[in-house]
């Protein structure tokens, strides 16, 4: 069934990947990632989870973000294959940035005070930039895989950040915009 206007929604804010750097990074990743790859059209940075979130909070959280400043658009450069925890007991398959991390931390860090300011908890963990490609049911060693992947050469241009509603279904997550703040 689906969520009224009105119902709590499962939220996030992020940084979307455009087509063309999908399409680019997708033919340097190689074909075979352990786990579960992510789709394409999920692909995008998370800056700050924010969970379910009603009416009234969400109301307020897009204001605090479309009074913030962001800075303006910039470009990131991906660079190499990672995982969390550790390449020993992977969970999660990610694609690094190199060029242009401290700036994409700079806005996780505004979308970080704009949710605290909004009456979110801190955050715990420090924002790491990555985008993540698989996730793995079971912890895995995947050193050599990351061994063999070499490094991703594409670059993208930041432009907005997004506040994204995520949808859990079979499969994957659907996600879709719930209001977009240019830089």
Avoid: C
Avoid at 118 to 137: I, M, N
Wanted: net charge positive.
């Amino acid at each position: 069934m689906p969520a009224l206007e009105g119902d709590p929604q499962r939220l996030f804010i992020g940084v979307p990947v455009p087509e063309s750097t999908k399409l680019a990074l997708s033919r340097q990743v190689p074909s075979f990632v352990p786990g579960k790859p992510s789709p394409l059209e999920n692909w995008h940075f998370t800056l700050r989870f924010l969970g379910n979130t009603d009416v009234a909070r969400r109301a307020k959280l897009i204001e605090r973000l479309r009074a913030t400043n962001f800075g303006p658009s910039f470009d990131i450069e991906f660079d190499t294959l990672g995982a969390f925890p550790n390449p020993r007991r992977a969970r999660v398959i990610w694609l690094g940035v190199g060029r242009g991390r401290e700036r994409l931390e700079s806005v996780a860090d505004k979308a970080e005070k704009a949710a605290v300011e909004t009456g979110f908890e801190p955050e715990p963990r420090k924002f790491s930039a990555h985008l993540t490609v698989s996730r793995l049911k079971q912890p895995e060693p995947i050193a050599q895989f990351l061994a063999k992947a070499g490094r991703v050469d594409a670059i993208m241009r930041v432009t907005e950040v997004i506040l994204y509603r995520s949808e859990p279904g079979r499969g994957h997550s659907r996600y879709s915009v719930v209001a977009a703040f240019p830089l």
